[in-house]
C-alpha cells in the first residue's frame, strides 16, 4: 500500500473519534433540545389550563348572576330574553346566552328567537339540573345555530332549593379558537383545547375544518385518560412532528389544554450547528491529511525516491551511484542516505579491486605459456586459455562445454570416465597433484607428448580441476637427441679407442725401439688430433682440404716456410674423408721429413689439388732431395697410405718412388 | 684339416688391418676385409667364408647391422659382431637374435680370438627366435 494511502487512513482514524464526538453531541444536544421543547410545551398546557380554568370561573359567574334574575327565576320568557340580550352585548364573546325550563324546553334567549327546542336529552343540561351545579357541554352542535358549540349550564334554583331554570351560555367554538389564538406563540406551534372524548374544541392558529373532529385514538388518547398531564410526541393533524404536553382544567375534568410545540426548528438550529463542525472539523482533517501528504513527499517521498533511484542505478550495475535525501528531509533519512554512500563507496572499492584482482588473474591465465583447461567433476570443460586453443588448435567455442575426453587419444579417453569417478569416489589420484606425460590429440587428429598437471578446487559446492597442458614434442625430440648423442659419443669413444689400440699394436711391429715407437706413435696420435680439431671447429660438418694440408705442413715447418706449396683448388671434404687423408698425409710429411725433400733445406714439395666432377685429385710431388731408392721392404706407413684411402673412403692411392722425389697420387670420390 | 675361413667387415682401416694381422697370424684365412656392405657381400659370395667379423657402426653409409643382416639372409654365414655401442642399443637393436658372438670394442686380442673361437665351435648358423632370416627384415 503507497505511504500517501496509508497516510490517508492514519488522518482518517485520527478524525473519526472527532466526528463521532461530534455526533454524540448532536445527539445530546437534540435531546437536550428535545426535553426543553417537552419541559416549554408541558408548561405552557399548564398555563393554558389555568387560562381556560379562569375563563370557565368567569363564565360561571356569569351564569350564577344570570341565575338570580327574577325573569330567570319566574321564568318570565319576554323579560329574560330582553334580560340575556343586554347580558349578551356585554360579553361579546358569547354567542348566545338562554334559559330553558326543567324539563328542557328552552323559555328564554339573547336572540330573542324562542323555538320551543328542548335540550331535555342533553347529558350536560340533565348533570346541570340534577347534580345543580355547573356543567360544560364538550363539542356539540347548537340546535337552533347548527354551528359547533360548547355549551355551559347552570341551575337556577329558587329559595326552596328547588330549580327553577337551567341558564345555559353557548360560546362558538369558532371563537373560542379565535381567542385561543391571540396568545402569542412561536410558529407551528399550536394550542387546542379537547374535550374527554378526544373531540378537538379549538384550536391556534384556528383550525375550523378539524374543530369537531376526534383526535385519533391512540396512545396520546390514552395517556390523557391515564395520567391527566403529561407529554406526547406524534403527528399533528396537520402531518407535522410535535412535542405536546396536556394538561387537565381544574373546573372540568373532562377538558385539556393541549399545546404542540415542533422540535424540527431546534433540531435544525442543533443540525446547523452540527454540521458546521462537521464541516470545520472535516476542513481541519483535509488540511491536516494534505499537509502530511505535502510532508511525506517532501520529507520522505523525495528522499526515499532518492534512495531508490541510487539503488536502482546500483541494481543496474552503476557502483557510482550515490543517493541524496536532499536538505528538507529528516535526519535520519539523511544519515541513511549517507550510510547507504558509505556503504556504496565501499562496494565500488570493493568491485574496483576485485575487477582489478580479476583482471590481473585473467591476463596470468589468458597469457600463460601453458594451457589451461578448466573442468568440472563430469569432465565437461569450463574455460580454456588461448594457448590451449592454440596447443589443440580448437577454438574456444568448440571446447567449451564439451568433454575433455575428445582431447585425448582413444586410449586414454576410454580410461578418463573411470579414473574420474574413481578419484571423486575414493580420492585415489592417478595424476592429480603429481602430474604425467600424456598424449594430446589435436583438431587435426594429430598427436602430440604433452605434460599434463592437474590442480583441484571447489567453488559453490562444485568440484572443479584444472589442467595445465605443455607441449613436450621439443623437450622430448632434445631428450631423444641426447640420447642418441650420448650413445653416439660412447660408440666414438670406443671406436677411438679400438683404433689407437690397433695404432699402438700395428706401430709397434715395425718400430725398431721404444723411442723409435713412441716418436712415431704420437705423431700420428697428434696427426688425428689435429684432424679433430678443424672438425671440431665447423662442428664435424666437415673440413677445408688447403687447411688440412697447412695444418699439417705446420706441425713441421713454420707457416712462410717456402719448401711447401700447396696449389690448385681446395675442396670441401667430409668429416670421415678428412679423418682418414689427415693421416695419410701425416705419414707422407713425416717420411719427407725423415727420408725426403723435407730432410734437406733446397728441396721442396708440392701438393696438387683439383676436383675433377665427383672426385677429388691430389699429387705429392717431392723435388731436390736425395736421390730416392726404392724401399726394400714396405713400411707402415706406405700401407696406410696406400690402403687407408682405398679402404675407408673407396679412394685410390699411389706411392711412386722417383729418383727425383717421392711422388704420389691420391684419388678420393666427392660426395 | 682346412683352416677356417674369415671374412673381416669393418670400415676403420687401422682397426681392420689389426684384425686381419692378428687373424692371420693365427692361422686363419682371411678370404678379405670390406669396410661397406657391397665388398662384403661380393666377397662372402666369392670365398664362402666361415664366418664374418661385423663392426657395428652407424656413421657409414650401410651400418654394420644391414651387413650383417645381408650376409646372413644371403650366405648363411655366422656373425661375429664387435661394437662400441652399449647394451642397451645392442639389445634394442636386436643383435643378440642373430650374433654367435658379441665383442665390445676395444677388444684384446685374446678376446677376439676366444670369441672367434666360441663361434667357429658352434653349429651352423640360424636366427634365433625366427624361423627363416628373411623375417627379420620382410
Known sequence: MKLSVRLLILVLLAALPVLAIQVNDLLEVREQRKAAIAEQALNLARLAAAQQDQFIESSRYLLAAAAQMPEVQQRDASGCSARMAELRMQFPTVSGIGAVAPDGVQFCSSSGRVAGISLADRPYFQQAARNKTLAISGYIIGRMSGQPHLNFAYPAIDAAGEVRAVVVLAFSLDRLSASLSMAPLPSDATMSLVDGDGVLLARAPPAPEWIGRRVREGPFTQAMRAQREGLMEAAGL???????????????ADLFAVVGLPWQPAYRQADRLFWRQILFTVLAFALAALAALVSADLWIRRPIAGLQGAVGRMKQGDLSARASAGRSSSPELRELASDFNDMAGTLERRQAALEASEARFRAVVETAADGIITINAQGVIQSVNPEAERLFGYARDELIGQNVKFLMTSLDAGRHDEYLARYLRTGEARIIGIGREVTGRRKDGSTFPLFLSIGEFSLAGERYFTGIVRDITDRKRAEERQRLLMAEVDHRAKNLLATIQAMVLLTKRDAGSVADFTSTFVGRLHA?????????????????LHDLIKAEFQAYAAPDDARLRVIGEDARLSARAAQTLSLALHELTTNAAKHGALSVPVGRVEIRSAVNGKELQLTWTETGGPEVQPPAAQGFGSVIVERSIAHELGGAAELLFERSGLRCNIRIPLR | MKPASILIVQDDFLAAERLRRLLAQTGYTIVGVAGRTRGATDLAQRHHPDLAIVDMMLEVDVDGIHTATELIRRHQLKIL????????????????????????KPYTDDEILASVARCLAQGPATVSGSPSPPSLHP
Open chain 1, 528 to 544: 688425428m688430433g689435429r684432424a679433430h680439431d678443424l672438425l671440431a671447429r665447423d662442428k664435424w660438418t666437415g673440413a677445408s
Open chain 2, 81 to 104: 659382431i664387435t661394437t662400441g655401442f652399449p647394451d642397451a642399443v645392442i639389445e634394442a637393436e636386436g643383435v643378440p637374435d642373430f650374433a654367435c658372438e658379441i665383442v665390445k
Open chain 1, 238 to 252: 396537520d402531518g407535522i412532528e410535535r412535542m405536546y404536553g396536556f394538561a387537565p382544567l381544574l373546573a372540568s
